[in-house]
């Protein structure tokens, strides 16, 4: 089979030859990637979940007032490494 060199000035020509029906025909038999538009947002729904997950989760500093600093802090880290880091 013989290779076959065009560069872009070569197609812009053979572009502009075509006729409307032509060109229309080309087009037609052109296959277009739709999921190279679709933007994949599932990653950053994943990581929001779990971001609200945490704060719904997470004891707040006036319902903990029978804790100590220390173990209000190690019952919040003990959340955190629960739901963030699974």
């Known amino acids: 089979m013989a290779e076959i060199n065009l560069n872009i000035k070569d197609i812009e020509d053979l572009l502009l ?4 029906e032509q060109l229309k025909v080309v ?11 679709k933007i994949d947002y599932s990653i950053r729904g994943r990581r929001q979940a779990r ?6 989760c997470e004891p707040k500093p006036h319902q903990c007032r029978h804790m100590t600093p220390e173990e209000y802090n190690g019952h919040r880290q003990g959340i955190w490494e629960q739901i963030i880091c699974q």
């Open 51 to 56: 971001t609200e997950a945490y704060f719904r």
């Open 17 to 20: 030859s075509l006729t409307p």
């Open 27 to 37: 087009m037609s038999g052109m296959t277009i990637n739709k999921l190279a538009y």
